[in-house]
């Protein structure tokens, strides 16, 4: 099949790389979180839950009450008011276990930066449960970006399960790294399994300097406020690496910006089995963004493309994909035909890029190889 002139010059420097190489099944064997077996319940330390008194003390007087093998912090159903200038600061092996009628609702402040619950430097850590709301509608103050609900940096070992977010002042979860250079600790081996992350202003969820980091079969939507409004963001630039993440059977669905969105200092992505639907940007868009692979995901009604490796991106296998009825800033979200460009694009300076048997809103591009 003929191709379109800017995917023909990603095939003529294709033969000129290697192919994409990923790591091995890494995700199949992650480390299972080592918790003590004290249990504590954060009433017994003087939370209310009543959606007025401020509980942060009492939250963390009851993590520092866990002998030296750490345990689990119980919460049960109330509404605890969480001071996130001073957030509750999880030690190793210890578990925050919360009710799923628990909600700890950020306290509004003026701040540009606030964490509700920060995992620093430590080890095996679960967080499970609850529901975590920001302060973005009642917010005092009008800048920065970086209100977080939950903020894993240099943490080894962490699972974040079955927790809903929403309404924080920048990300519903950051995963990244403490230093830089030869004193650069990244987290390592993290876990977000069933998570829901929404209306939030800046990421759904944004990675930094990280690896061994799997999220699956979670929920990102409805980012709006504050750029670059995506679902999942992983951007370390120029902190740290940001390598060996994989990124299966989630949803993104109407972020204000991009599904996913990947820029520099990465490599061994691997999107599958995911659904981008009604995002306002792309599905998923990659600026100079190397070793993606993008395999068995439907990406549907964005804004813009499904998929389209930007800058000087390369290496990417881009397979077994249903992209259809994209484009929707221009083109009809219910009408076949087009371009191939409707659903898969490429930057003239990209390389490197593997495309086959995936299924486009014009049928004919449907045997598409490169």
């Known amino acids: 099949m003929k191709k379109p002139l800017m995917l023909a010059f990603a095939a003529l420097a294709l033969s000129a790389f290697a192919a994409p190489s990923f790591a091995a099944d890494w995700w199949t064997s992650m480390p299972a ?74 306290i509004p402040n ?84 069933r998570v829901v992350s929404s209306n939030n202003r800046r990421q759904g969820l944004s990675i930094g300097p990280a690896q061994h980091v799997l999220i699956t079969d979670s929920t990102f939507q409805n980012t709006n406020g504050t750029l670059p409004e995506a679902g999942i963001d992983i951007e370390p630039q120029d902190q740290g690496p940001a390598n060996t993440i994989r990124l299966q059977n989630n949803t993104f669905a109407n972020n204000h910006g991009n599904g996913i969105e990947m820029h520099t200092n990465i490599s061994d992505i691997t999107i599958t089995g995911n659904k981008m639907i009604g995002n306002y940007g792309y599905g998923v868009l990659g600026i100079s963004a190397a070793y993606i692979n993008v395999t068995g995901n439907t990406m549907t009604q964005n804004g813009l493309a499904g998929v389209r490796p930007s800058a000087v991106s390369h290496h990417w296998s881009i397979t077994g994909n249903t992209l259809q009825y994209n484009s929707t800033r221009y083109m009809s979200a219910t009408s076949t035909g087009g371009q191939l460009n409707r659903d898969l694009q490429f930057s003239a300076k990209s390389y490197a890029i593997s495309v086959s048997n995936n299924i486009y809103s014009n049928a004919k591009y449907n045997g598409y190889v490169q």
């Open 110 to 193: 003026s701040a540009t930066r606030y964490f509700a619950i920060k995992v620093e430097n430590v080890t095996d850590v679960r967080i499970v449960g609850g529901n975590l709301v920001g302060d973005r509608a009642k917010h005092v103050g009008t800048t920065g970006e970086w209100g977080f609900g939950i903020y894993v940096t240099g943490a080894k070992n962490v699972v974040i399960k079955q927790v809903n977010l929403s309404n924080f002042w920048g990300d519903g979860i950051w995963i990244g790294a403490i230093g830089k250079g030869t004193s650069l600790n990244r987290s390592d081996y993290v876990t977000v399994d």
């Open 33 to 106: 979180t080592v918790t003590g077996k004290t249990k504590v319940n954060v009433r017994n330390y003087g939370a209310l839950g009543n959606g007025v008194h401020d509980d942060t003390a009492a939250f963390q007087a009851a993590v520092n009450a866990l002998p030296a093998d750490g345990g689990t912090v119980y919460v049960p159903a109330g509404r605890f008011m969480i001071n996130a200038l001073k957030p509750i600061k999880m030690r190793s092996h210890t578990r925050l276990l919360m009710d799923s009628l628990t909600t700890l609702e950020v």
